[in-house]
Every structure is written in structure tokens, then in C-alpha cells.
């Protein structure tokens, strides 16, 4: 059996009721096969990205223990999201959504096919990511860009405020 591989994959939504809706995503991820949730973030309130005119977004990020292959993985997070009512079909790049799940990170791979790229090409880029992720990782590396840590102190965290004490 081939060592595990720690991901962190990030979630969000700014439709219905998000903070339940990630809350069950979250129990959706710890019942994944031969996965383990090791950490949970807690959920931030972040204004939306890209399409600004659209409701603020809850966001959060999941650390992954998990012996599933990225493109294994990345399948579960898309069926979870359709659970959720998420159809990217029908969605608007960067618009209103249930549930958005993103694979930020898989280990130390550096991946770029059709449909996968790891770690997730504007996470460098995202405040709104950087900010949970750091709160459960706060050593992490972002293969090809460098400490996520130093990414975060580049950007504005404007408007970002955890939701839980």
C-alpha cells in the first residue's frame, strides 16, 4: 500500500444556508474511502472574488489524509458538490454558488492535465483560501511559488473575518 498523501482542499458557497451547507460537506469528506479528515478550519466570511456583485462568501479549508490518486479525489469532491445542489455546468465562473470544493493542494505534486491542476493555480492569489489554510498549516509550502505565508502578507485580507470564535 502506497504512503498516504496529505491534501488540503478548500470550500466555499454563497447560496442557502452556507454555513450548514460546509459543515455537511466537511462530514462528506471525513466518510470518503480511504480518507481521514485530519483538520477542519474554521469558516470565514470572505466578499466574493472575481463577479463582485454577488452575496459574500463562506469559506473554509479541510486537511486530508488520504490514499485516494488526485483525479480519485478530485471525482469525490465533484459528486460531493452535486450533492450540494452545485452544477458547474449551469454556474457562472467566479458566481453564486451551494458548495465549491477546490484541490488546493496534494502533497508536494505539481500537476497540470486537463481538468486537474495542482497545487490550484491562484491559490498564491487568494486571500480568502491563504488565511484558512494557514490556520490549520501554518508551515505549508505551495509547490513552485514558496511559503504560503509569505503569498498571504502580498495580498489584502480586507474584509475576511472567521465566523467562529
Do not use: C
Not at 470572505?46 to 463582485?52: D, E, I, L, R
Not at 480519485?72 to 450533492?83: M, N, Y
Amino acid at each position: 500500500m502506497k504512503a498516504p498523501a496529505i491534501a488540503f482542499v478548500g470550500l466555499g458557497g454563497n447560496v442557502g444556508d452556507v454555513a450548514r451547507t460546509l459543515r455537511a460537506a466537511r462530514d462528506d469528506l471525513s466518510a470518503l474511502a480511504d480518507t481521514r479528515l485530519l483538520r477542519m478550519s474554521r469558516l470565514y466570511r470572505t466578499p466574493a472574488w472575481g463577479n463582485q456583485d454577488q452575496p459574500d462568501f463562506v469559506n473554509a479549508v479541510a486537511m486530508l489524509e488520504t490514499q485516494l490518486a488526485p483525479h480519485a479525489l478530485l471525482e469525490h469532491l465533484l459528486a460531493i458538490e452535486r450533492i450540494h445542489g452545485r452544477s458547474r455546468y449551469a454556474d457562472l465562473r467566479w458566481g453564486p454558488r451551494t458548495l465549491d470544493l477546490d484541490l488546493l493542494l496534494y502533497g508536494d505534486a505539481v500537476i497540470a492535465q486537463p481538468g486537474l491542476h495542482v497545487p490550484h493555480p491562484q491559490l498564491h492569489l487568494r486571500a480568502f483560501a491563504l488565511q484558512p489554510l494557514l490556520e490549520i498549516a501554518p508551515d505549508v509550502a505551495i509547490p513552485g511559488i514558496g511559503r504560503a505565508d509569505a503569498a498571504l502578507a502580498q495580498l489584502s485580507d480586507e474584509g475576511i473575518s472567521a465566523l467562529d470564535p
